[in-house]
């Protein structure tokens, strides 16, 4: 569905971006094998966790959510009683795991070392995403299991995995994360190594749980646990992803907003570095930590922006930011560089491309690089037709274009927006400080 999003010409008030994607995704898979009830308190509900709670549904883990509480109560089955999703352990019947990558990688570090098959699939969206990246280190732990081509479906089989060490091409968190993961159930310790540090919410919650994690920036190490994992009490804070692109506006527009209870995971928060480093940098007021999270209120205020170099262990931190990152860059003035973020070109979309083509549409000199994009500035947005690309990303950050843009934008595709955000386009009215005043 397309959307209309018009020039803002300031943002007033508060809000309290959704809680955070990766956080409860991982904390609704791990508390499934948890010995108990964990109550997750202030979960995000979007397309991504809907597909992770169908997921554990197909697995015999029974959930259910309390409204008045805003909390979400899984019943765990300890790290052995995960039911197969069919009648018998010989035929697996799929599970889809919708469009989250997140969930789809993730499980299969928890299937493969199951005493039953498995098949994970996927959207058409999921199905394009790589693959390899996961099932090849699966197997040097001893996992038995195929790929499609390099994609999903995944098509495991039961294993008693060894463990190992490993060194991974790619820093990636949802491959670190399944790794550790499988080695839950793996005869001895998995140990992860990474080019660059990636989010560790994964070692926290497993650490939360009693797991016996060992952790450095670039490399991980779970030993099998000699018990059962304690269940999961824990409030998700706001998603630091999500607060970046009012961030960013924020940082273009006049006004006075504040993000509240906002996650600054230091392993996710680099967007704060960046925009500092352009000459805007964010206020942060801490807020009491949520669990091992650290928490805060965030106030951008527009300032003038010059150009900035992103490169190395910063642009893995900010992968996530670096789409919202470059509209900010068609506002700076100078030369924004964007390199070593090859893997914004196998996310929900080719990131770089899409990128490339929609600020291009709206007037901005940017040109595409095999790692990146270079971006010259400061150039006048003008409003155009767009594509979201089917990526939620892509739909936030050309909305904050189109916040600074002469004339109207129209967004195709805007509804990809739900997959971790259903509520952004409401939150964009809510704090534009015109429509306050009709
Ligand atoms: C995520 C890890 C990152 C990130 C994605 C969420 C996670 O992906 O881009 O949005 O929850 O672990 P990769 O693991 O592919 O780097």
Redesign the pocket.
């Known amino acids: 569905m397309p959307r209309i999003v018009t020039r803002a010409r300031r943002l007033e008030g508060e809000l309290r971006v959704p809680s955070d994607?990766?956080i409860t995704?991982?904390a609704m898979l791990l508390a499934a094998l948890a010995q108990g009830k964990s109550r997750i308190r202030r979960p995000l509900e979007a397309g991504d966790t809907l597909a992770a709670q169908g997921v554990l549904k197909r697995l015999g883990v029974a959930h259910s959510y309390d409204l008045a509480a805003d909390e979400l109560v899984v019943v765990g089955r300890g790290l052995h009683g995960l039911r197969p999703a069919s009648a018998s352990a010989s035929s697996p019947v799929t599970i889809s795991c919708g469009s989250s990558?997140?969930t789809l990688?993730?499980m299969a570090g928890v299937l493969a070392g199951q005493s039953f098959a498995s098949v994970l699939d996927g959207s058409a969206q999921l199905r394009a995403?790589p693959m390899r990246?996961l099932t090849r280190p699966l197997r040097a732990l001893g996992a038995t299991l195929e790929d499609t081509s390099g994609h999903a479906p995944l098509y495991l089989q039961p294993t008693v995995l060894r463990g190992g060490k490993l060194t991974l091409p790619?820093?990636?968190?949802?491959?670190?994360?399944a790794l550790l993961l499988a080695g839950l159930y793996a005869r001895d310790s998995v140990e992860v190594t990474v080019p660059c540090p990636?989010?560790d919410?994964?070692s926290l919650l497993l650490a939360a749980m009693g797991a016996e994690i060992h952790m450095e920036p670039h490399w991980h190490r779970v030993a099998p646990p000699e018990g059962e994992l304690e269940p999961l009490d824990l409030r998700v804070p706001g998603d630091f992803?999500s607060a970046a692109f009012f961030l960013v506006a924020g940082t273009l527009l006049p006004g006075d907003l504040t993000l509240r209870e906002v996650g600054l995971n230091p392993t996710r928060s680099g967007l704060l570095e960046a925009l500092a480093a352009m000459g805007a940098p964010v206020a942060v007021i801490e807020r009491d930590p949520s669990g091992p999270e650290r928490v805060a209120d965030l106030v951008p205020r527009r300032r003038p922006l010059s150009g900035v170099t992103i490169a190395g262990a910063l642009s893995?931190n900010m992968?996530?930011e670096l789409p919202v990152l470059a509209v900010a860059a068609t506002q700076a003035a100078g030369t924004t560089v964007v390199r070593d973020a090859r893997?914004l070109r196998?996310?929900e979309s080719d990131r770089i491309r899409a990128m490339v083509r929609e600020l291009s549409a709206m007037g901005a000199v940017i040109e595409e690089r095999a790692d990146g994009f270079v971006i010259e500035g400061p150039r006048p947005l003008k409003g155009a037709t767009v594509h979201a690309h089917g990526d939620h990303?892509v739909a936030m950050a050309l909305s904050v274009a189109a916040l600074v843009a002469d004339g109207p934008t129209t967004i195709r595709g805007a509804e990809a927006v739900g997959k971790t955000y259903p509520q952004f386009f409401d939150h964009l009215e809510r704090v534009d400080g015109e429509a306050q005043d009709k």
């Open positions: 994607r990766s995704v991982r990558g997140a990688r993730l995403r990246r790619q820093a990636s968190a949802q491959v670190v994360s990636v989010r919410h994964t992803s893995a992968m996530d893997e196998v996310k990303r």
